[in-house]
């Protein structure tokens, strides 16, 4: 009894040691998780509030038609960030010096390395995020709730008050990502990808230099910006994310850079030139879809879902560059997941004498080779195929592209559903340095725009064969 009576106790006793182990655990993670710093919004010095870009600074750096669509990302981005907020609103945090007189918290801003130059604050980091998405009628798809959409620009911006950088480490950084990055571009490690590095921005820092990721799709794209200067003791770090085509590469490319020179030029106080660009500058300014149009595009009549066998308008307004150049509009189309599925069945049902398409569709951009307009270098305006173009006043252009989906040329008969129509302005350019006179295509503006093809059953029974009759021919195929 004895012996059973001291094992007990001795359980009763580890188990008691757990539980307080535990608890004071839980205690200290709590408080690591809670810790209070003392430097904050309210009470940062002005230079944390100039390392960042306002919302209306973000918006600015896009067109007008695109800008209700810009500002703070009010969603958790995924990008490698030292603290967030709910609403998605810059974001900073550090730490004020006491006062070794009185004990108080020292708010005199001194730029400097604490460490060696009696700076304050001791720290300060800021961190800010920001996010560009087409509306939903531009999206190749709807997304759960708080998923990113999948067409997209995202943005974050880190920066740091009396950061600990020495001039030399600077430079020794430097040069050791401009080695890597120069072996990248010269030698991709990934044939998927296309590398750019520009070692010298121009800003007059100690650093600033870029580093640029282009999927060969022209789709998305990374871009890596690092500013920093060793005195007055500031850094920067600018990282870009273009998705799904939200805007052109080179755009992507032009908005990190200006936003970066936003950066330097009120935060660092370098004499940087942010280039935005003309509010008419070329390309697209507008896409829609409608079901009849009239004189004037304000009279057309929009519409994005179409029952099949009827013709619709893909409408693009534009505006041509001011080099005297060949520029082409072209259409391209690419069939959703709903649409290459219906394909797979319909395809097999299809009147031979009807329609082309007899395999089902595959989930990619094509181009319609039977519609495009062409603007000349002296401006004549060329239409091929069901397409006509509209002036306007200020020298605005608008295409509309007739789709007719009872087209048997068209892939539509098989393919009802959703579908992402795009339109892409490419101009010619000669080959510098060529003789021969050899041109090649450069991407001026793209636009995408989604539609949806109803399926029409009675039309559906007029163009495709019954689907036990399209079984049955199929299986007397394999026979012989």
């Known amino acids: ?125 800021v961190t800010a995020v920001y996010r560009y998405a087409p509306p939903e009628a531009e999206q190749p798809r709807s997304t759960e709730h708080n998923q990113p959409p999948y067409r997209r620009l995202d943005m974050d911006i880190f920066a740091s008050i009396n950061a600990g950088y020495t001039a030399q480490a600077i430079r020794e950084w430097k040069e050791r990502d401009a080695k890597r990055y120069r072996e990248e571009v010269k030698d991709p490690k990934s044939s998927s990808y296309s590398y750019r590095y520009i070692e010298d921005l121009g800003f007059g820092l100690d650093r600033n230099d870029m580093y640029v990721m282009l999927n060969r799709t022209g789709k998305s794209c990374q871009v890596f910006i690092k500013l920093d200067s060793a005195k007055p003791w500031l850094h920067a770090d600018i990282f870009l994310n273009m998705e799904d085509g939200a805007v052109s590469q080179e755009r992507a490319i032009s908005i990190a850079r200006n936003a970066a020179a936003i950066i330097a030029k009120k935060g660092f106080g370098a004499n940087a030139k942010v280039d935005m660009g003309k509010e008419d500058e070329a390309g697209f300014t507008d896409v829609w879809t409608a079901d009849r149009i009239g004189k ?60 082309i398409y007899t395999t089902p569709l595959e989930s990619k951009m094509r181009r319609d080779m039977e519609k495009d307009v062409t603007h000349t270098a002296d401006r004549k305006c060329i239409a091929t195929g069901p397409v006509s173009v509209r002036t306007l006043a200020d020298g605005t252009f608008v295409a509309s592209f007739t789709i007719i989906t009872a087209d048997p040329m068209e892939p539509f008969i098989i393919g009802p559903g959703a579908w992402e129509m795009e339109v892409l302005m490419q101009a010619y350019r000669h080959d510098p340095g060529n003789e021969e006179g050899r041109t090649h295509m450069v991407e001026i503006s793209k636009r995408r725009i989604a539609v949806t093809i109803v399926d029409d059953p009675e039309f559906s029974a007029k163009v495709l064969k019954p689907p036990e009759k399209a079984t049955s021919t199929k299986k007397k195929g394999e026979k012989s």
């Open 296 to 355: 004037m595009p304000e009279e057309d009549h929009h519409e994005n879902r179409i029952r099949l066998g009827k013709l619709f308008y893909v409408v693009c307004a534009y505006k041509l560059p001011e080099a005297k150049e060949d520029v082409e509009i072209s259409l391209w189309m690419m069939p959703g997941a709903d649409a290459v599925a219906a394909s797979r069945e319909r395809c097999e049902r299809v009147k031979s004498i009807d329609s």
């Open 1 to 125: 009894m004895k012996h059973e009576k001291r094992i007990s106790l001795w359980i009763s006793g580890v188990l008691a040691v757990a539980i307080a182990f535990a608890w004071l655990t839980a205690l200290s993670r709590h408080a690591l998780a809670e810790k209070v710093y003392n430097l904050t919004e309210n009470n940062a010095p002005r230079p944390a509030h100039l390392m960042y870009l306002t919302e209306e600074e973000f918006r600015g750096l896009f067109a007008n038609r695109e800008k209700p669509n810009a500002g703070f990302c009010k969603v958790p981005c995924s990008h490698r960030l030292i603290g967030t907020r709910e609403d998605g609103r810059p974001f900073i945090r550090g730490e004020w010096l006491l006062d070794k007189k009185t004990g108080k918290l020292d708010l005199e801003y001194r730029p400097g390395r604490s460490t060696l130059e009696n700076g304050n604050p001791y720290f300060c980091h």
